[in-house]
């Protein structure tokens, strides 16, 4: 679970993500707890506590918690069966993370010098 945390903070392309990768955790938390009215009404609590403490933060505050949270993990090469069949892992445990695809909206293609 930890590296599977930790490759979807890695993923995040602009680090106000990091917002939308917990309410996809709350999502899945929710169907679990559906026919449950007590919970889902503390998970729906937490929903809006997520929304109200860290919806108006700025980018770079952001950036800060992504960062820190990455420093967390930095050391942590835990290899899992499924990232390495799928080559998502190096057999090390590190990430191999894509270096092509699209740009967050509003950056440019990395490697220019202007």
């Known amino acids: ?3 599977a945390f930790k490759y979807q903070v890695l993923l995040c392309p602009r680090p106000r993500d990091l917002l939308l990768v917990s309410f996809n955790h709350m999502d899945a ?3 679990f707890v559906k ?3 007590c919970i889902l009404a503390q998970v729906d609590e937490t929903y809006r506590q997520l929304i109200e403490m860290y919806a108006p933060l700025a980018s770079g505050e952001f950036q800060l918690i992504r960062q ?3 420093i967390f993990f930095q050391d942590m090469h835990i290899r ?3 990232f390495l069949k799928d080559k998502v892992q190096n057999s090390n445990g590190r990430f191999a993370l894509p270096v092509s695809g699209p740009v967050p909206h509003g950056t440019q293609i990395p490697s220019w010098i202007r």
């Open 29 to 31: 938390i929710k169907e």
């Open 1 to 3: 679970m930890t590296m």
């Open 68 to 70: 820190t949270l990455l």
């Open 35 to 37: 026919d449950t009215a």
């Open 80 to 82: 899992v069966s499924i």
